[in-house]
């Protein structure tokens, strides 16, 4: 069966002319999915009824299950455990600040990267997302905050997996998310984390979805990068920055680099400089982030006042 959320705008319309259907008959179950936030083909009474039944017997429409919510003790923060259709499960976070929310949606479950001090991580890779799996998270979010009179801001492609590892699923995702139809997020208000997969950024340069990139840096050479972010080995420093120079020519935007802080390893003052060094010249942001501490790994949060 085909999951209705899988489809852009133009991959439904391409799908229902195979069926013999219009753009028109298209644009009204698009509308169905992302105007009137249906959760079942039944909601969709208004169709032909032999649109209907076709869509009955070969698509499905698939909002995702909460199996587990937390929240924060401060109450800025969410986090979903979701069940997807064949019982895998994926982590969904809301965040608020400053009285803006962001959804961070996965994009695998599990990841393949194997960065040490990630939980998602040391986990390993058990499948891909596909693009109606990733909407359904933004959607899900929607849809709690709608309940509290809220609305969703911005979007982090910051959960489990690595989005340019899925890169077909998740720019559909994108497309989706972007579409003026369909969700109407403004792709200046989405954010794509990468550990540094180097053609994926050079293919987001060149296809130009204009939304923001972030890359997960941690280190400043190859060696100390590559002890903490297995990928690394693959795109050293040299290949990842002429890449990043790449992107920000091509769609002269600035990139987020990510630094997560790590006592007594990459918290040290040469360490700075070294990162000074490396993204010389660049159109950057370096964007401090507190160790998160897992199970797996021994490494130490830094204190707060010295962040």
């Known amino acids: 069966m085909l999951n209705l959320y899988d489809f852009s705008r133009e991959g439904l319309m391409a799908q229902l002319a195979t069926w013999g ?26 169709l032909r009824a032999d649109l209907r039944e076709r869509l009955l017997a070969e698509v499905v429409v698939e909002p995702l299950q909460t199996a587990v919510s937390t929240n924060s003790s401060d109450g800025h923060t969410r986090k979903f455990l979701l069940r997807l259709p064949d019982g895998q499960t994926i982590e969904t976070v809301q965040m608020q600040f400053k009285g803006r929310s962001t959804a961070c949606v996965s994009t ?33 979010v929607q849809q709690a905050l709608a309940q509290h009179g809220e609305q969703l801001r911005n979007i982090v492609l910051m959960g489990m997996g690595e989005p340019l590892h899925n890169y077909d699923a998740t720019m559909t995702a994108i497309d989706i998310l972007t579409d003026r139809k369909g969700l109407a997020i403004a792709p200046k208000h989405i954010t794509l984390s990468t550990v540094g997969v180097v053609p994926g ?28 972010i297995p990928p690394a080995r693959r795109w050293p420093l040299a290949e990842l920055i002429a890449a990043c120079r790449y992107y920000i020519a091509k769609r002269q935007r600035r990139i987020f680099f990510e630094w997560t802080l790590i006592a007594g390893q990459n918290d040290t003052p040469e360490q700075a400089h070294a990162v000074g060094q490396l993204l010389h010249g660049l159109d ?11 199970m797996g790994y021994g490494g130490v949060t830094k204190e707060k006042t010295a962040v």
């Open 108 to 140: 695998q479950v599990g990841c393949a990267m194997g960065c040490v001090f990630c939980a998602t991580g040391q986990m390993g890779f058990r499948r891909h997302l596909t693009p109606g799996e990733i909407v359904a998270q933004v959607l899900f």
């Open 284 to 294: 950057a942001h370096i964007n401090l982030i507190p160790l998160n501490p897992t």
């Open 201 to 228: 950024i050079r293919r987001l340069a060149d296809e130009g979805r204009a939304v923001r990139l972030a890359v997960s840096l941690h280190a400043a050479t190859d060696a100390e990068r590559e002890a903490l």
């Open 21 to 46: 259907y219009s753009a028109y008959h298209a644009e009204r179950v698009w509308s169905y999915l992302y105007q009137q936030r249906v959760s079942s083909l039944r909601e969709m009474d208004e």
